[in-house]
Each structure stands twice: as C-alpha cells, then as structure tokens.
C-alpha cells in the first residue's frame, strides 16, 4: 500500500517538475523583460535630452549673427548703392565672421533676392549672382521677420540650417526691408558626435524625411512611403534638391503601454535586429529626433533571467528530492541545505549587484545632464560678461580717439594766436597800439576758444540731446573765417556764399558745430595749396525741416577709392607728419551726435563738396535764443 502511494507520487512529481520549470522560466523571463525594458527605455530617454539639447544649443549659439550683421552700416552702405561700392570689403568681412562663429556660409541678398556678396565669394560654387526668392528664409525675412529653413544648398548639396534676417537700410523698421543676410549652419559635427553612442539617432522635418541620422544610409528617407503627389510637392521646393526621398524600411512590431514602440527594418544595415524607439519634439525647429536602442540587452537579460531561474528551480527540485530522499539522514540534509543557502546567497547578491550597476549608471547620466546644463548656463553668463566688455572697450576707443583730435583741432588756434602776436609785436614797433591791442583781443578770445574745444572731450563721451540749443550758421561761418583771415588773404582765396536771405537756425551746439566747419574750411584750403585760382565756396540751405550746410573747394578733389574710407579714423592722404587722419572722422562723429550726418562727394566742375545735414530749429526757438547768440563772443 506505501509503495503504491509512493509510486503514484513520484508520478505526480514527473508531471509536475516540468511544467513548473516552464512556468518558473517564463515568468522571470517576462519579469526581466518589463524590468530591461524600463532601464532601456530610462536610458534611451536621458541620451535622447541630451542629444536634444546639444543639437539646440548648437543651431541656437548662431541666431543671433544674421541680425548683428544687418545693423552693420558698411552692409547698408553697400546694400544702398552696390554699383558704386567694391564687394571686395564685404567679402573679406562676412568670411571672416565665417571662420570667427564656425559657419558654413555668410551671404547677402538684396530686394530681389539675388545674392551681392558672400564669405564663398572665391569658390568655384559661390553664391554670388544666384537668386534665392524660391527660399523660404528670403520670403520670411523680405517679409520683416526671422527667417530660418533647413534643407541641401542649391550650389554645394550640402545639409544645412539657415538663419536670416532683414536688412534695413535706415533704424526704422517699419518700412519694407532693402536686404537679407543669411548665414548657413552644417550639421555633420552633430552628426559625427552621435556616432559615439550606443543608438542610432535620427531627427524629422515637418514632411516626416530623415533629415539628420548618425547613419549616413537613412539620410534623406521617407520614414514612411511617400505618395507620387507627396513626392513631387516636395521636389517643388527645392529643400532636398533631387534626392528620390526613398522610405527608410522602418516597420512598427509592437506598441508599448508608455508610447514607445518596438521597431525593426525591413533591409539596409540595421535589418538584423529590432529597436527601442522613443521620440523628442524639437518645437524650436519644428523637427521631431528620434533615439533607436538596440534590443539586445534586453534579450541578454532574458536568457540571463530565464537561465537564472531554471537554474534556481532545478536546484530546489533537485534538493526536494534529495531532503526527501535523505530525510532520516539529518546531517546530509542540513549541509545540503547549507549549501542551497549558500548559491541563493551568491544568486541574490550577483542581482543587488546588477540592479546597483544599473542604478549608477543611471545617476552617472543624470549628472552628466547637469553637468551639460551648467555648463551652457555658464556659456551664456560668459557671453554677455564678453559683449558688456566689448561695448566698454568701444566707448574707450572712441575717447581715444577724440583726445587724439583735440591736439589736431588746436593747432589751428596756436598758429592764428602766432599770428596776431606776430602782427601786435609789428604794431607796436609802428606805434599803433590801436590795431595792436585788436590782435591781443583776437588772441584772448582764441585762447577762450580753446578751452571750450578741449571742454569737450568730457561731453563726447554722454549724450548732448540735452544741451542741444539754437545756433545761427552764418555766425558759425562768419567765426570759422575769422580763425583763417590770415590764411584767405595770403592765399588770395576768393570765398562765395550761397546764404539763405533769412537766417537759418539749426538745432546743434554751438562750439562742436563751429569746430566741424574750422576743420572743413582748413581742409578746403589745404586741398587748394596749389590751385591758380583758389575759391571757397559755402553754402546754407533749409530744406524739408533740415538745414543742408555745404563746404566746397575747385580744388583736385577726392580720389574715388579714398570716399569710402574718408571718415575712418587715421585715415590721411597728406604726407607724412602733416596730419594723423582724424579730423574728418571727428567731425562725422560730432554731426551723428548732433542728429545730423556728414557727406562727402565730388563736384562735377571740380572739387570736393562737403555737406552736413542737420535739423532745423523752429523760430520761436530762435528768436528765444537770439540774444544769447548776440552776447557771445562766436555766434
């Protein structure tokens, strides 16, 4: 009767042994599974933000260039009037902004998107001379906006990302834009940085096509199959040139509770084995990345797992049997449990272990993450502590330069105070101490003079919008000739005046106007040292609320390739030791403080021709201020 129980349990056991492996086997494989996964997925998740990231701070760092190099005024310049000024200057400069920022490209546009200059101005594919009116960039930035397109370059088929802005060629931006500057971005560097993870990373446009992956061979695909009609609206934009946007073989397997998806590929390189793919939106750029894990850890823990647990259960069956069979044995039975105690012990510490690996690595990659974020916050501290310093050292240069044209500016006075003391010596030697003591009076107010022009080398510095009065130019002409009485009578300079029959007030001040018109008669009388017949003409005219104030010669005139260059600082075409190039750019400098602007041209009959445009003064401020002008020594 025992052995017939005993018999029909060990037929129990037979049956039940296997099916319980499976089952064992099975569940921890499906445990291990969901617990691969969520690790997969946790890292899949923190490489795709930091890829993200990158990706953003990498495109994000050159938005702001288009618009720096559209406030440019030698871009308006040029933009104003291309035919009458050398690309050349322009091409230097936009390539040199190229290699500064690590840009691809840097290129102009005008009206008619045709592009005028560019920083690939010398490569047998240049921009220049191609019209981009097709491009959205164009029509967004012509439009008054901010422009930005991705796709392959129309010359070079090369991927980029575009940034432009408009151009104006005023600071008003309320009318319609003269111009666009674009500057082109590569993405190869952000590609070739991916090539180091472990997943494949690929990122879409708004049409779904792969624009970036650190695969070459699923760059410019179709995740999915594209209709005819979907094909050639595409071809129409010229965004992928003629690249035949082929679908990328990517097919869904399964679906999971948190929306990643579990993919494959139905040929190319990557048709061996499936992905984990999660998705990032880029909202910035309109682009969608996408991080493709590699399955295979997850199946490495299953086996693992499965492996594990059939072990673990084989081992408890086999130690059943041997306690059951070893049950009177009390001292095989307990050294048998010892040793069962002991692979359990090592089993469980060999998952602590494994779960600990895990979870540091998991904190590596959230401080890596950090560490990123930190360091583009202190990236951006250092950019703005770089571009206050940059506006200081520009003050700075600017003061240094008008210290340097106070001496410049009072050599003029020192020569006519050398003058009169001269001429008073001569008169007294003659007894006339009248026409003396008029020289010694000219010599005092020269002297007052100079004191009020080196007075403002502290005003240049701040603005003088509010010290601004009403200031008379016939008064300021009659002072500036005074100054070269000396130097018109020796010359036989013979002066004309084209005066309005009313005087003309502008609103200015009035010793940094006077001295802008001594700089331009002495200039005028210099340039005509060695004409037969000198003439000095001057000129005052109100016109459309301005008063056009001209200063002209019969002089040689103004080389062509020296007006562009005229009010750059210590530019000089006299000789060595005659000047240091910085009257003209001091005056410009005093006219744009003033509101006003200083121009410089040739005359058709001869001789060069200055004008200053300044705002004209109403006449209640010039009748308020009238007697102030009377009782100075100037105006």
């Not at 009116?133 to 906006?145: L, M, P, T």
């Not at 991705?150 to 834009?177: I, K, N, T, W």
């Not at 044995?329 to 105690?341: G, T």
């Not at 602590?352 to 979870?359: A, C, D, F, I």
């Amino acid at each position: 009767m025992v052995s017939r129980r005993a018999s029909r349990w060990r037929r129990w056991l037979w049956l039940l042994a296997p099916l319980g492996f499976v089952l064992v086997v099975w569940q921890a494989a499906w445990v291990a599974r969901d617990q691969a996964l969520q690790t997969l997925r946790d890292e899949a998740e923190n490489e795709l933000r930091l890829s993200a990231t990158g990706l953003e701070g990498h495109l994000s760092r050159h938005d702001y260039l288009p618009e720096l190099l559209a406030s440019r005024s030698s871009v308006r310049d040029f933009l104003a009037n291309p035919d009458a000024h050398d690309p050349m200057p322009i091409n230097l400069m936009l390539d040199r902004f190229r290699a500064t920022t690590d840009v691809s490209d840097i290129y102009l546009l005008d009206h008619f998107a045709n592009t005028l200059v560019a920083s690939n101005w010398h490569m047998p594919n240049t921009f220049i001379g191609q019209n981009y009116a097709f491009r959205s960039y164009y029509q967004d930035a012509i439009a008054g906006g901010l422009g930005r397109f991705h796709g392959l370059g129309v010359q070079s088929l090369e991927r980029g990302y575009y940034f432009s802005a408009p151009v104006y060629l005023d600071d008003e931006d309320d009318g319609r834009p003269d111009g666009v500057m674009v500057v082109k971005v590569l993405l190869d560097a952000v590609e070739e940085s991916w090539a180091e993870q472990n997943a494949e990373l690929l990122v879409t446009d708004q049409d779904d096509i792969i624009f970036m992956a650190s695969r070459p061979e699923l760059r410019m695909r179709a995740m999915q199959p594209l209709s005819e009609e979907e094909r050639r609206a595409l071809l129409r934009t010229r965004r992928y040139a003629d690249e035949p946007l082929s679908a990328a073989g990517i097919e869904a397997l399964d679906r999971h509770r948190d929306g990643s998806l579990l993919v494959g590929f139905n040929d190319g390189p990557l048709a061996d084995q499936e992905y984990l793919l999660l998705n990032r939106s880029l909202p910035e750029f309109g682009w969608e990345m996408h991080i493709l894990k590699p399955k295979q850890q997850v199946q490495r823990a299953q086996w693992q797992a499965g492996l594990l647990a059939g072990g673990l259960y084989g081992v408890v069956v086999f130690a059943g049997g041997f306690g059951w069979q070893r049950l009177r044995l009390r001292r095989e039975r307990e050294e048998f449990a010892e040793r069962e105690r002991q692979t359990l012990a090592r089993a469980r510490d060999e998952l602590e272990l494994n779960v600990e690996r895990r979870t540091r690595d998991l904190v590596d990659s959230n401080r890596r993450l950090s560490d990123e974020i930190e360091e583009r916050r202190r990236a951006e501290d250092n950019l703005r502590q770089t571009r206050d310093e940059l506006i200081q050292a520009t003050k700075l240069a600017v003061l240094g330069q008008l210290a340097a044209g106070i001496n410049h500016e009072l050599n003029q006075p020192l020569a006519a105070i050398r003058a009169y003391a001269e001429n008073a010596r001569t008169f007294l030697a003659h007894q006339r101490p009248d026409a003396a003591g008029d020289n010694l009076e000219q010599i005092v107010e020269l002297t007052a003079r100079m004191a009020e022009i080196s007075a403002q080398l502290r005003q240049f510095s701040r603005k003088s919008g509010e010290t601004l009065t009403a200031v008379s130019v016939a008064a300021c002409f009659d002072y500036a000739l005074r100054l070269y009485q000396a130097r018109l009578n020796a010359a036989n300079v013979h002066v004309e005046r084209h005066f309005a029959e009313q005087e003309v007030w502008v609103r200015a001040d009035l010793v940094r106007l006077e001295q802008v018109l001594v700089n331009l008669i002495g200039n005028a009388l210099q340039a005509m040292g060695e004409t037969p017949d000198p003439q000095l003409t001057l000129s005052v005219e109100r016109r459309d609320g301005e008063v056009l104030i001209g200063v002209a010669d019969n002089g040689p005139g103004i080389a062509e390739a020296h007006l562009e260059r005229l009010f750059e600082p210590f530019f000089t075409t006299k000789s060595p030791g005659s000047g240091l190039g910085l009257g003209l750019s001091i005056s410009s400098r005093i006219i744009d403080d003033l509101g006003g602007r200083l121009a410089a041209a040739n005359r058709p009959e001869g001789g060069a021709l200055f004008t200053i445009r300044l705002p004209a003064d109403g006449e209640s401020s010039a009748r308020t201020t009238l007697s102030q002008q009377e009782s100075t020594p100037h105006a």
